[in-house]
């Protein structure tokens, strides 16, 4: 029955690396689309203050030209941050499901671990 527990319990501790993995990698996801967002919502509030006939450009890989609709790119721009801020919200579900799995994967192993030692 030994090798049987011990096969469990190497299972048990895989699945809490994966988890870990998934969590960091969940974390890492929610910071870059928290920078965006705050990049984002920066622009904006600099398109509020520039005046209507003043020249914008927009950057799109290593190229910027130049924006004629001023309301077109703002509407962009905010629909952008809605659907990342959706997104963050999605994460942070994601990372507190993964994490209360990890809580229960390692009481299982806390609990596998006990047994054996008795």
């Known amino acids: 029955m030994e090798p049987n527990l011990s096969a469990y ?3 048990q501790i895989k699945q809490a690396e994966q988890l870990e993995l998934q969590i960091e990698e969940t974390v890492t996801q ?6 965006k967002v705050k990049e984002i919502e ?26 004629s ?3 077109k790119l703002i509407d962009e721009l905010q ?28 009481e ?3 609990k596998s671990y006990a047994g054996t030692r008795n």
Do not use: C, F, H
């Not at 920066?42 to 030209?65: H, M």
């Open 30 to 35: 929610r910071y870059q689309l928290d920078a």
């Open 79 to 106: 629909e952008q941050r809605e659907l990342s801020s959706i997104r963050i919200k999605t994460l942070e579900k994601q990372q507190k499901a993964l994490e209360q799995k990890y809580k229960e994967v390692e």
């Open 42 to 67: 920066k622009t904006l509030q600099e398109l509020e203050k520039v005046d209507d006939s003043s020249p914008i450009y927009k950057s799109v890989g290593g190229i910027l030209y130049r924006v």
């Open 9 to 11: 319990i190497q299972n």
């Open 69 to 71: 609709d001023k309301k």
């Open 108 to 110: 299982a192993l806390k």
